[in-house]
């Protein structure tokens, strides 16, 4: 059985996907972020694709292991996403904080306090947290998520269960500048005043300094993201064509378009030709998945393998001439085996 994500993290196919924060299409290529819900068509989970900057606006996302495809993106957007997982704040450029939490003015009588579930009157202030929405309030959500309104009171009664750092103050919360100084007196009452700075020494504290093997890993990671980046650059060069023939050489399957011709060959000429036998169905072809490489034989007639194997046996790439006379950068590489 595969595992479950609630967040997947990818290169965009193409460039049609559109962004559903804020309806801005997502160019081909560049990373999108989608919370993954229950599809009312049909069983299963469905992604809501994100521009990058939108998703964590909206999203609390606790550990990358909770990213499908994480490991599979570049280094520079590993550490990217590494630094917004935590919570409903940040530290921004300039070592700015930032807090997803809003006060403003009911802009009518319909909205419900999710405290004490009484009506909050219009113009008087209120309090928004996003959290995530169910069943029917699927219809009216932005991206996956819907504003939980708060009587000022019942935010600070609830500010625990709603998991909102007890550090934030009345002068962080987005919209306090806009209200009326008697409500900021009010809300300052509550919340206090001036917690930006101690919040922000708490968050850097939070991260703790790499050890020299972590630090080693760290630039192995990032040197090995640099050399696949370079391998996919190139690979992008070649036609369909071309990258079928180098499938076909060291016996991968050629199906597929050009994201997943490109992801086979990049696997293969960084860390090698797999030639792992699966020991439940004596198959060796294997795909990428998210905590390995999953077997793509057949256990009998009706049954396919799903053999998940971490560090699968590996022999050198080839690459054919064909492609080392298109392209020099193929014709001057080193292949070797291993991550």
């Known amino acids: 059985m595969s595992e479950e994500f609630p967040y997947s993290a990818e290169y965009a196919k193409s460039g049609r996907s559109s962004c559903r924060t804020c309806g801005g299409s997502i160019p081909k290529d560049h990373i999108r972020i989608a919370k993954l819900v229950k599809s009312p068509h049909f069983d ?80 008087t202030v209120r309090i928004g947290v996003w959290v995530d929405a169910e069943a029917e309030e699927m219809k009216w959500a932005v991206n996956g998520k819907k504003q939980a309104w708060h009587h000022p009171q019942c935010f600070v009664d609830r500010r625990s269960e709603l998991e909102i750092d007890t550090d934030i103050t009345a002068d962080m919360l987005n919209g306090y500048k806009n209200l009326e100084d008697d409500d900021k007196k009010d809300l300052v009452k509550l919340l206090g005043k001036g917690g930006k700075a101690k919040l922000k020494k708490k968050l850097k504290e939070n991260v703790a300094p790499l050890s020299k093997t972590e630090k080693a890993f760290e630039k192995k990671l990032k040197d090995q993201s640099v050399y696949m980046s370079d391998i996919r650059a190139a690979l992008k060069q070649l036609e369909n064509g071309t990258l079928r023939t180098m499938l076909e050489e060291n016996d991968y399957p050629t199906h597929g378009g050009d994201i997943k011709l490109i992801e086979r060959c990049m696997d293969g000429i960084a860390f090698g030709r797999i030639s792992e036998v699966c020991t439940v169905c004596g198959g060796t072809s294997f795909s990428l998945g998210d905590n390995g490489y999953i077997c793509k034989g057949d256990v009998s007639e009706f049954t396919k393998c799903r053999q998940l194997v971490n560090t699968p046996a590996r022999v050198k790439w080839s690459i054919p001439q064909e492609v080392k006379d298109i392209s020099p950068f193929f014709d001057k590489l080193k292949l070797t085996t291993g991550l």
Request: with cysteine; proline share 1%.
């Open 44 to 123: 299963g989970m469905m992604p809501l694709w994100n521009h990058f900057n939108c998703f964590f606006r909206k999203n609390v996302v606790k550990s990358t292991g909770d990213i499908k495809g994480f490991s599979t993106l570049r280094y520079e957007d590993q550490t990217k996403i590494k630094g917004k997982v935590g919570g409903l704040t940040s530290v921004g450029k300039g070592s700015e904080v930032t807090v997803d939490v809003i006060a403003e003015y009911a802009k009518s009588n319909r909205s419900t306090c999710k405290g004490c579930f009484l009506s909050i009157s219009k113009g």
